[in-house]
């Protein structure tokens, strides 16, 4: 709980404002009781008028007249008009603050994922982090907007009217703070419960949520293998732990208010028959055990709702703990890159004993060398997990060696501000992945404001240009999501477009024609010997027609570089290469 009053520590000044209309709320509820002692001492004359207690009648008669028919009735508008107005402004004031820390939070959270290196994405499942930013978030609203206003509010008002039942009759309140925390007690013990039963409905949530991501993110290979009744199976039993968390909880929460209620009618008719006894003695009057019961009563209503407010505050101290969480895990990884930034970039790339491995145990690199000019294309071959992907990510920065070094121009790519260097290098790869935006927003993505000029001649090299002119919408047509309106072979050239429009000094080509037909693919093999020209380019493909016009042929074997050369030397030299071009060539 006390992490929640951190949250709204910066805004601390906007908090004292709700604070003071809380205050003023609780004030004119506290005045709501204590004016029924004067109506109810001038409806009942025939009491002992030197009983013990504050007489707010008199007090009042020294200010108004209160023999005066309409007084009271001003007096009681004027009461319950007060409250309603600090009431609406202490709630109003209290949900606008929260909406701002939640929009902060928010803010911080996205931002704080969205610049974390890979290796935290690589580590942190997608649905246990789309869980927490928006279901725990979600909570945590709740818990700031109701759970703080009403704490505050509801316990400044009980604060309130303990004061109007000491001032009242002081001898009497002592025999109510005997008894009243009896009422204290359910609220202590259901909070407990409530954040226990809760931290669990929430790891089954997010259990939910990530069961959905990971299915909707495969569901063509969930179709492909006919797996629909196993996936269904599994969510069943997930949803099923969930339901039993949500049912127990449920119980829980519902059983404490109406527990705390009982506990409080308990209370209150112990109170009433010992302040019934007190009047008979003399010792309060009728206006003061009526000032009494209402306070009891008006009482009863806040100390009630703290028990949801201590549920919700649990709640969201608990939801809280959950997203910092996934911030510290964040925080854990070491941003990635420095600061230099010069001004040209010639596209020299070379490895020097560059060793690296995932996970810490299994190298995927072993001792790769290579040296690639600037304006060199050069191809990597080899079969699947050779580590062709993993050397481009390592040119992007996405990872840093365990040994050796990537360097670029000369210089190390963790000296690099990696953002800059990544609008030098354009990147087509085998996962295509488009926006649900414009062609031209997707085309341009990444590049900032460019004018149609640069996005058209792109498009135009990539040869997509006539498909898009023959849209109804042309380049303001919007794509479906990941693009799924165009055909996967037009996807994929509308990310050749994307890589080349920035004009960039490196170019990484990862399976850039996979998805194209053979008509479609000598197109884009044309265009790439036009773009590739006065650009360091590396070309990862399994097709090796398309990797014929690289000046220089990697052949990777088990995270090695195990033959070099052009596609007519390797040919010659009957290897590993040799024997994949036969095998394509036979098929």
Same mark, same amino acid.
Do not use: C
């Given at each position: 709980?006390?992490?929640?009053?951190?949250?709204?520590?910066? @805004?601390?000044?906007?908090?004292?404002?709700?604070?003071?209309?809380?205050?003023?709320?609780?004030?004119?509820?506290?005045?709501?009781?204590? *004016?029924?002692?004067?109506?109810?001492?001038?409806?009942?004359?025939?009491?002992?008028?030197?009983?013990?207690?504050?007489?707010?009648?008199?007090?009042?008669?020294?200010?108004?007249?209160?023999?005066?028919?309409?007084? /009271?009735?001003?007096?009681?508008?004027?009461v319950f008009l007060g409250k309603a107005l600090f009431t609406f402004l202490s709630n109003y004031s209290m949900r606008a603050l929260a909406q701002r820390i939640i929009k902060e939070l928010r803010e911080e959270f996205?931002?704080?994922?969205?610049?974390?290196?890979?290796?935290?994405?690589?580590?942190?499942?997608?649905?246990?982090?789309? !869980?927490?930013?928006?279901?725990?978030?979600?909570?945590?609203?709740?818990?700031?907007?109701?759970?703080?206003?009403?704490?505050?509010?509801?316990?400044?008002?009980?604060?309130?009217?303990?004061?109007?039942?000491?001032?009242?009759?002081? &001898?009497?309140?002592? =025999?109510?703070?005997?008894?009243?925390?009896?009422?204290?007690?359910?609220?202590?013990?259901?909070?407990?419960?409530?954040?226990?039963?809760?931290?669990?409905?929430?790891?089954?949530?997010?259990? /939910?949520?990530?069961? *959905?991501?990971?299915?909707?993110?495969?569901?063509?290979?969930?179709?492909?293998?006919?797996?629909?009744?196993?996936?269904?199976?599994?969510?069943?039993?997930?949803?099923?732990?969930?339901?039993?968390?949500?049912?127990?909880?449920?119980?829980?929460?519902?059983?404490?208010?109406?527990?705390?209620?009982?506990?409080? &009618?308990?209370?209150?008719?112990?109170?009433?028959? /010992?302040?019934?006894?007190?009047i008979r003695q003399g010792i309060m009057t009728p206006g003061q055990f009526t000032t009494f019961i209402a306070s009891v009563f008006y009482m009863y209503t806040p100390i009630r709702r703290l028990s949801g407010a201590?549920?919700?505050?649990?709640?969201?101290?608990?939801?809280?703990?959950?997203?910092?969480?996934?911030?510290?895990?964040?925080?854990?990884?070491?941003?990635?890159?420095?600061? %230099? #930034?010069?001004?040209?970039?010639?596209?020299?790339?070379?490895?020097?004993?560059?060793?690296?491995? %995932?996970?810490?145990?299994?190298?995927?690199?072993?001792?790769?060398?290579?040296?690639? !000019?600037?304006?060199?294309?050069?191809?990597?071959?080899?079969?699947?997990?050779?580590?062709?992907?993993?050397?481009?990510?390592?040119?992007?920065?996405?990872?840093?060696?365990?040994?050796?070094?990537?360097?670029?121009?000369?210089?190390?790519?963790?000296?690099?501000?990696?953002?800059?260097?990544?609008?030098? =290098?354009?990147?087509?790869?085998?996962?295509? +992945?488009?926006?649900?935006?414009?062609?031209?927003?997707?085309?341009?993505?990444?590049?900032?404001?460019?004018?149609?000029?640069?996005?058209?001649?792109?498009?135009?090299?990539?040869?997509? @240009?006539?498909?898009?002119?023959?849209?109804?919408?042309?380049?303001?047509?919007?794509?479906?999501?990941?693009?799924?309106?165009?055909?996967?072979?037009?996807?994929?050239?509308? !990310?050749?477009?994307?890589? /080349?429009?920035?004009?960039?000094?490196?170019?990484?080509?990862?399976?850039?024609?996979?998805?194209?037909?053979?008509?479609?693919?000598?197109?884009?093999?044309?265009?790439?010997? #036009?773009?590739?020209?006065?650009?360091?380019? *590396?070309?990862?493909?399994?097709?090796?027609?398309?990797?014929?016009?690289?000046?220089?042929?990697?052949?990777?074997?088990?995270?090695?570089?195990?033959?070099?050369?052009?596609?007519?030397?390797? +040919?010659?030299?009957?290897? *590993?290469?040799?024997?994949?071009?036969?095998?394509?060539?036979?098929?």
């Amino acid at each position: 709980m006390n992490k929640l009053f951190k949250l709204l520590k910066p @805004h601390r000044w906007r908090l004292v404002l709700a604070l003071a209309y809380s205050a003023l709320a609780a004030g004119f509820t506290a005045l709501a009781a204590l *004016i029924l002692q004067p109506i109810m001492d001038d409806l009942f004359q025939s009491y002992n008028k030197s009983a013990a207690g504050f007489k707010f009648g008199k007090f009042l008669h020294k200010f108004l007249d209160l023999s005066n028919p309409v007084v /009271i009735p001003l007096l009681v508008l004027g009461v319950f008009l007060g409250k309603a107005l600090f009431t609406f402004l202490s709630n109003y004031s209290m949900r606008a603050l929260a909406q701002r820390i939640i929009k902060e939070l928010r803010e911080e959270f996205f931002s704080l994922l969205l610049h974390s290196p890979l290796p935290f994405h690589d580590r942190m499942h997608s649905g246990s982090i789309s !869980s927490k930013f928006f279901y725990e978030v979600d909570v945590l609203e709740r818990s700031l907007s109701d759970g703080v206003i009403r704490m505050i509010r509801e316990s400044l008002t009980v604060f309130a009217l303990m004061v109007v039942i000491i001032v009242n009759n002081p &001898g009497f309140f002592l =025999i109510a703070l005997a008894i009243l925390p009896l009422a204290a007690v359910p609220v202590v013990v259901f909070g407990k419960k409530v954040k226990t039963l809760g931290e669990r409905r929430q790891r089954s949530v997010g259990e /939910i949520s990530r069961r *959905i991501t990971e299915v909707l993110s495969n569901i063509r290979i969930v179709k492909t293998f006919a797996a629909e009744d196993y996936e269904e199976e599994k969510f069943k039993h997930v949803n099923e732990r969930n339901f039993r968390d949500n049912i127990k909880f449920v119980k829980v929460w519902t059983l404490s208010s109406p527990f705390i209620e009982f506990v409080g &009618g308990f209370v209150a008719a112990v109170l009433i028959y /010992i302040s019934a006894r007190l009047i008979r003695q003399g010792i309060m009057t009728p206006g003061q055990f009526t000032t009494f019961i209402a306070s009891v009563f008006y009482m009863y209503t806040p100390i009630r709702r703290l028990s949801g407010a201590n549920n919700l505050l649990q709640e969201g101290g608990a939801a809280l703990e959950r997203i910092e969480e996934i911030m510290k895990e964040a925080r854990k990884y070491r941003t990635l890159g420095g600061t %230099y #930034r010069p001004e040209k970039l010639r596209g020299e790339i070379e490895f020097r004993d560059v060793h690296f491995s %995932y996970n810490g145990k299994k190298e995927v690199l072993k001792g790769i060398n290579f040296l690639i !000019s600037p304006g060199e294309t050069v191809a990597l071959v080899g079969s699947s997990g050779v580590g062709k992907t993993t050397i481009t990510q390592l040119i992007l920065g996405f990872y840093e060696p365990q040994e050796g070094k990537v360097l670029i121009d000369g210089v190390e790519v963790s000296r690099y501000d990696l953002k800059w260097l990544r609008t030098q =290098i354009g990147v087509v790869t085998q996962d295509i +992945l488009l926006f649900n935006e414009t062609v031209a927003e997707n085309i341009a993505y990444g590049s900032g404001n460019l004018p149609m000029e640069k996005i058209l001649k792109a498009a135009r090299v990539a040869h997509v @240009h006539e498909f898009i002119s023959e849209l109804p919408r042309g380049y303001n047509t919007v794509l479906d999501e990941k693009g799924f309106n165009f055909s996967l072979g037009q996807r994929q050239r509308l !990310s050749i477009a994307r890589a /080349i429009v920035k004009d960039p000094k490196i170019l990484i080509l990862d399976e850039a024609t996979s998805s194209l037909d053979a008509d479609s693919e000598r197109k884009i093999q044309e265009a790439l010997s #036009r773009i590739v020209k006065g650009r360091t380019t *590396i070309i990862i493909a399994h097709r090796l027609s398309t990797v014929k016009m690289a000046h220089r042929i990697l052949v990777l074997h088990d995270g090695k570089i195990v033959e070099e050369g052009t596609h007519e030397e390797l +040919l010659k030299l009957g290897g *590993i290469y040799s024997r994949l071009y036969s095998t394509q060539m036979e098929a």
